[in-house]
């Protein structure tokens, strides 16, 4: 049977729209999910989906991916609800 925990829920600021973050383990490895996915004016195809970015083997190195994420936007142009949050 496989665990995963939920470790901790939060909300980040990005530019300005509130995005919650939940921040699993799961045997030694850590992920997160985000309630809004979106897209910067860089972004070229669509909204930016982290994939393997939001998994990493220690939690400050989940972290720092988190805070990576939010550097990551300049200038928003499309929001995104993730329905499987």
């Given amino acids: 049977m496989i665990i995963i925990k939920l470790l901790f829920e939060c909300t ?3 530019l300005g729209i509130a995005v919650d973050i939940k921040i699993y383990e799961d045997a030694g ?3 997160f999910t985000q309630s809004h ?3 910067d004016e860089t ?3 669509d ?3 982290p994939g393997d970015g939001a998994v990493d083997d220690d939690l400050e190195g ?3 991916k988190i ?4 550097k990551h936007y300049r200038r928003i142009v499309k929001t995104e609800t993730n329905p499987d949050f």
């Fill in 12 to 14: 980040i600021d990005i």
């Fill in 29 to 31: 490895n850590y992920s």
């Fill in 37 to 39: 996915y979106l897209q």
């Fill in 43 to 45: 972004d070229l195809l």
């Fill in 47 to 49: 909204v930016y989906k």
């Fill in 62 to 64: 989940l972290l720092y």
């Fill in 67 to 70: 805070n990576l994420l939010k």
